[in-house]
């Protein structure tokens, strides 16, 4: 009977180290796909589909306003969750943040009007790149 008890044991442990492991790999990186519909970004919880039709403005920054955060985390150069900035405090609009690098160039995008939603891939050039492709997509109009 006790040697169940360390099998049963030795299962628990070795399954949350699987399920750690495999949300640190979903939490990693930005994983982003642009269709011909629109732009999706999953990072480990977090998730977000804008259609191209409800694209309001893409702009290229430094830096991200300061905010609060309602839930995600900051770990290293990662920024990611459910942010309010501190001048909307008093309302309930939420501001998706999916930053892989701080130190480079962040993607602002608002859509729905005035959603705000910031991201960047972990390489300066990817993130260049879905800039342009968003820039252009914004200045196409849907056929």
């Known amino acids: 009977m006790n040697k169940n008890g360390h099998g049963l044991w ?11 492991l495999l949300a640190f790999v979903l939490h990693s990186k930005n994983w982003t ?4 519909q629109g732009l999706k970004i999953i990072s480990g919880f977090y998730y977000q589909n804008i259609d191209f039709s ?10 991200i306003p300061p905010m ?3 839930n995600g985390f900051s770990a ?4 990611k969750g459910i942010f309010r900035e501190f001048k909307d405090s008093l309302t ?15 993607i602002k995008l608002v859509h729905h009007d005035s959603l705000k939603l910031y991201v960047n891939l972990k390489d300066s050039l990817d993130t260049e790149q879905l800039y342009q492709t ?10």
Do not use: A, M, Q
């Not at 609009?93 to 690098?101: G, L, R, T, W």
């Not at 968003?134 to 056929?143: A, H, N, Y």
């Open 92 to 106: 309930d609009k939420k501001v998706y943040v999916f930053v892989d690098n701080l130190d480079h160039s962040k």
């Open 33 to 36: 796909k642009v269709d011909d």
């Open 76 to 79: 290293f150069e990662k920024e």
């Open 10 to 20: 030795n299962f628990l442990v070795v399954l949350t180290v699987i399920v750690c």
């Open 54 to 63: 409800e694209l309001d403005s893409v702009e290229l920054l430094e830096r």
């Open 134 to 143: 968003l820039s252009g997509k914004l200045e196409t109009p849907p056929d």
């Open 68 to 70: 609060e955060r309602l």
